[in-house]
């Protein structure tokens, strides 16, 4: 065990967080500021120890790191065994990082800031502990848990109007989780110990036996992700979620199937079931297209943002059929640029709807009412459509030739739906940047304060960097 348990720290702080939230008074006159302040700098804090934990992590060492052991239950006995590569850890300052971004958007939102801040830093230590999950236990432990304060913060704060696709969501994603439930009672079943992620294929289960679980593993982990036939009620809810904040976080858990995808199959699929991975493969390049084309004929950009996300996510997931060791670190650096880049275009987009509606304007032209937010919105925009401005430009471009090297075909499927989901995020960025034809006096229309610009200008800055090399901050 290491000196400094970071791991620990890293999954306790923000519950730190949440207990100085519950212990904390937040009157009327400061309106959440108190509440806002304890959260954010909660997530600064675990920043400095994901940081901490990245500068004693080898990069090249494929293998878990750091690894910490906790007695979880002592009859039967079960060990929480948290463990780390550069991969996880980049993933856990991703989602830090974003739910930082999405906290300073949510300032000017009309919410009980002490209740939002409380379950977003819940669902950050769950999340961070699934990250840091090294066995299929403590994975499922957090798999589950993280779904409490998720619906919480969806039901409580998202605005979402369709309740029947709100609960189609929550009974799925619950489904999902009992699903992987019967899996771990089956691995059980056949070893009392704890089994390490990167060990089943140690498991001899007989054909029917392998069948089962993989097949159970596979639509467990794919009911996190907006691909056939899961889409449908994730999109309903995900894309019409108001506050950016919440939007964030939601769009946070596919990340947390993709990541299982990672971990358990490339080196625990049976070669007897790679029929599985190619099922995988052929409905994920439909459900890019599908949803590509969607966003590209869709006016609503809130529905344009979950598409490029949707889209995206999906693509890191077909690096499931890359030699994984190889490509870990180019989809980690790709998802560290994404991760900042989707959360500044939702809370920049938040900020312009909430001016169109309080000065009751168009969309259209908005940009050209604001010239200092339309400066730092362009330069997301471009990002986002795979300008050389962050380290999804040459970690994308590497995994699209190995993924030529694989399937031409379905590379080719990938790259169609990536471009239409560039052309939809830059039209729209044309028709909000068109000088609109207005008939009315427009000169007192605020234009974002200079700390806002402040801190979105560093976001940039970072993505720059991250462009140069996405492990600038540490040493090696």
């Known amino acids: 065990m290491n000196s400094v348990p970071y791991l620990l720290i890293m999954f306790l702080l923000p519950l730190g967080g949440v207990l100085m939230l519950l212990l904390a008074q937040d009157d009327e006159k400061s ?9 954010m700098l909660t997530v600064w804090a675990s920043l400095v120890f994901i940081v901490l934990a990245l500068s004693h992590v080898d990069s090249t060492y494929n293998h878990l790191q750091l690894v910490e052991q906790y007695v979880w239950l002592e009859n039967p006995k079960i060990t929480l065994t948290f463990g780390v590569d550069a991969f996880s850890l980049l993933l856990i300052l991703s989602v830090n990082v974003a739910a930082l971004i999405g906290m300073w958007g949510v300032r000017h939102f009309s919410v009980k800031m002490k209740s939002c801040m409380i379950l977003t830093l819940l669902f950050l230590s769950m999340i961070t502990g699934l990250f840091l999950a090294a066995d299929v236990m403590s994975f499922f432990i957090f798999f589950a848990a993280l779904l409490f304060p998720l619906f919480l913060l969806i039901g409580l704060f998202g605005d979402v109007k369709r309740q029947i696709a709100l609960f189609r969501f929550m009974f799925y994603s619950i489904c999902g989780a009992l699903i992987f439930f019967v899996v771990l009672v089956v691995l059980y079943n056949h070893d009392t110990a704890n089994v390490m992620l990167n060990k089943m294929a140690d498991f001899k289960l007989g054909p029917k036996g392998e069948f089962f679980v993989w097949a159970a593993i596979f639509v467990a982990l794919l009911s996190r992700i907006p691909i056939w036939p899961f889409h449908s009620w994730i999109a309903a809810v995900h894309s019409s979620i108001k506050n950016p904040l919440v939007f964030v976080l939601a769009n946070m858990t596919p990340l947390t199937g993709i990541y299982g995808l990672m971990r358990f199959v490339p080196e625990g699929l049976p070669d007897s079931l790679l029929f599985l991975s190619t099922g995988l493969e052929v409905i994920a390049v439909i459900t890019m297209l599908f949803i590509a084309l969607i966003a590209f004929i869709n006016m609503d950009f809130q ?29 980690g650096f790709s998802l560290f640029a994404f991760m900042i880049i989707f ?14 509606h309080d000065n009751k ?19 997301m925009i471009l990002a986002a459509v795979g300008m050389p401005l962050s380290a999804m430009f040459v970690n994308n471009f590497v995994l699209i030739a190995a993924l030529l090297a694989y399937s031409f075909g379905t590379t080719v499927c990938a790259i169609a739906a990536l471009m239409l989901v560039a052309s939809a995020l830059l039209v729209e960025l044309y028709r909000r940047k ?43």
């Open 434 to 476: 068109k000088m609109p034809k207005l008939d009315f006096v427009t000169d007192d229309v605020e234009d974002i304060s200079s700390k806002d610009f402040v801190f979105v200008s560093l976001t940039a800055v970072v993505l720059l960097l991250s462009l140069v090399n996405p492990l600038w901050f540490i040493r090696g």
């Open 343 to 356: 959360s500044s275009i939702e809370v920049l987009v938040a900020y312009q709807e909430q001016i169109r």
């Open 31 to 39: 309106k959440g500021r108190n509440a806002l302040s304890v959260a």
């Open 361 to 379: 304007l168009l969309s259209e032209g908005i940009l050209t009412l604001l010239p200092k937010l339309s400066v730092i919105f362009t330069f």
């Open 303 to 331: 529905y344009k943002i979950f598409s490029f996300m949707t889209v995206y996510y999906i693509f890191f997931m077909l690096g499931v059929f890359l030699p994984t060791s190889q490509y870990m670190l180019n989809i």
